[in-house]
């Protein structure tokens, strides 16, 4: 017997020398596995840990949790900047928004110097495309007299009613399935589904009537708005929308299982920025960047079902992408790639921090909404390790969520916002208003663990003085390698760059001035007409 197991040991042996022979020998190559399909899910203003899988009972996410069961959940993805357009041009380009010139602001004119990774995976054979919200607010500018594809072709086709007024009629799921039809059968693709869920506005209590919660659902309001049934009520129709965005998913990967392409398809489920709350959409804590992130590919992850703590940027998503479809570094026609692929973590087998490296993030914002004098921006740097946030605020003159009289322009109108609001007039408390709306100290560091609502500044701490400088030598130090143009004395660029698409220039002077200006994303009640001097 043993010599019969030797025997069909060493023909294996011969056969593979022989194999290998020939193909050195004959300039033959082996032939590369099948490019992978990529389905990019993208919601639109959804904060970690507000999905089934991270253990959040208020949120109902089974498809999400699907995909993090069937492959990777990452506890530690973060966007480099909290606001729509420039969170998605970091995602497209695998540059941070300090790095792309315009397109480090809200609703800019995009630069026609830095690709896509969707517009290169196109060029590279792919078959792409998109439904609902690409790279938006802003100008993607054009390409021979058309508007340039940032996200590829879109496909909007399909209508239904939706189940409140305010969520979108895209039939995102049957818009897919029209996508699936227009490609070659062994074509592979890359989609964008851009849910415009949960972005507001909402139906108030939709969640109570319609998603059948209850108040008592939420385990905990964050400490920084007044716990209310107006508030609870406001959670659970944003919790409403998650699940709307969930369902679709579902039916996505049901019509990839029925295809036959669910095994070969890389599916990454994500969102923008954080939820349109206070203190938390375009500001730059830890509910404003720490977003959900779930990866499932069944044939190119190793090992699923594993809770990954590396830290993830959003910049890594394009050169993760261009990777896995094989895209040969010296062919892609982007610009400089700051970000890193982690399909090293696709093959391992390990949980919890596989690569010692991904230790980090950094984050920052420039100029978001109109509000402000002359439309400025309110400048953030940041760095988030695991233990600590440490914030930088280089005009701390600024109000950071815009000036009172335009409404706090930078916080989406809500009936938190307006409770908030609503209780600082009432002189019930000024405490949510100070943390939502008030104005800051230049350097903020918080315990990232333990006070994840950020809401004791340690940087006041003699105690911590030492790591304070420690954090902000090693931000500078890697901002100014990234070139940052704020570490050379010229940051003043960001505010110098027109606004496009829907936002107005000169909005601030125009609307003090008198002149009726469109600020729909905000109610009426949230403009502070007679701000009172104490504030």
Known sequence: MMNMKMTRLFAVVALLISALFYSCNSGEKETPAKRPNILFAIMDDASFPHMGAYGTKWVNTPAFDYVAKEGLLFMNAYTPNA?????RAAILTGRNSWQLEEAANHSPDFPAKFTTFMEQLI????????????WAPGNPGEVGGKPRELTGPAYNKFKMEAPTPQISSNDYAKNFADFLNSKEEDEPF???YGSTEPHRAYEFQSGLTKGNKKLGDIDEVPPFWP???????DMLDYAYEIEYFDQHLQKMIDELERR????NTIIVVT???????????????EYSNHLPLAVMWQEGITKSGRVIEDFISFIDFTPTFLEAAQVPTDSVKMAAITGRSFMDIFKSENSGQVDPVRNHVLIGKERHDVGRPD????PIRGIVTTDYVYLHNFETDRWPAGNPETGYLNTDGSPTKTQILNDRRANKTSKNWDLAFGKRQTEELFKRISDPFAMQNLAIHPEYQVIKEQLKERLFQELKQQKDPRMFGKGYIFDEYPYSGAASNDFYNRFMNGEKMNAGWVNETDFEKNFPEKY
Request: hydrophobic share 25%.
């Open 83 to 87: 606001k729509c357009a420039p969170s």
């Open 123 to 134: 060029s590279s054979g792919y078959h792409g495309g998109f439904t609902a919200k690409g």
């Open 190 to 192: 890359v989609f964008w």
């Open 227 to 233: 716990d209310t049934d107006s508030v609870r009520a």
């Open 260 to 263: 036959g392409e669910l095994s």
């Open 271 to 285: 969102a923008d920025n954080g939820m349109p709350f206070p203190r938390i959409k375009g500001q730059e804590y």
């Open 375 to 378: 439309d400025q921006g309110y």
